[in-house]
C-alpha cells in the first residue's frame, strides 16, 4: 500500500524539533517513532494514531477517527484518523496526543 507523501511531509514537519524521532517504513507505510516508541503512522491517505487504550474513547469521538484495524484485529490504543479531516489543528492534535502517549513509555 503507498502512502500519502504530503501528509507524510507535513507530519515530518511537525515532528522535526523532538528529540528521538526516527522514520521507519513499516505496515505498508511509514511510521515515525519516538525513542523507539511507534508515534504515527501514514498508511493509505490516513494517520494511525497512537492514543493509549485510555484514550481510545475520547479519541474516536473526533471527526474523521475510527478504529484502527490491522487484517482482521482492532489494534488496542490506536485509531486512525481520515486523511481528509486532517486540517493544520487536527494533525496537530493528533500528533500532540500521540507525543504525550508515547512520553509515558520506557524508551526500546
Avoid at 502512502?3 to 521507519?24: I, T
Avoid at 491517505?45 to 493509549?52: I, S, Y
Avoid at 479519541?59 to 484495524?69: D, H
Wanted: proline share 4%; charged share 25%; glycine share 10%.
Amino acid at each position: 500500500m503507498a502512502y500519502d507523501e504530503v501528509l507524510a511531509q507535513r507530519v515530518r514537519e511537525r515532528l522535526e524539533n523532538e528529540n528521538g524521532v526516527a522514520e521507519k517504513r513499516m505496515f505498508g507505510g511509514l511510521s515515525f517513532l519516538a525513542h523507539g516508541n511507534l508515534v504515527v503512522a501514514v498508511s493509505g491517505d490516513d494517520l494511525l494514531v497512537r492514543v493509549g487504550p485510555e484514550g481510545t474513547h475520547d479519541a474516536l469521538a473526533r471527526p474523521g477517527a475510527r478504529p484502527a484495524v490491522m487484517g482482521s484485529r482492532t489494534m488496542r490504543g490506536w485509531v486512525r484518523a481520515a486523511g481528509e479531516s486532517l486540517d493544520d489543528s487536527a494533525l496537530d492534535h493528533w500528533i500532540a496526543t500521540a507525543l504525550a502517549y508515547t512520553a509515558t513509555l520506557p524508551a526500546t
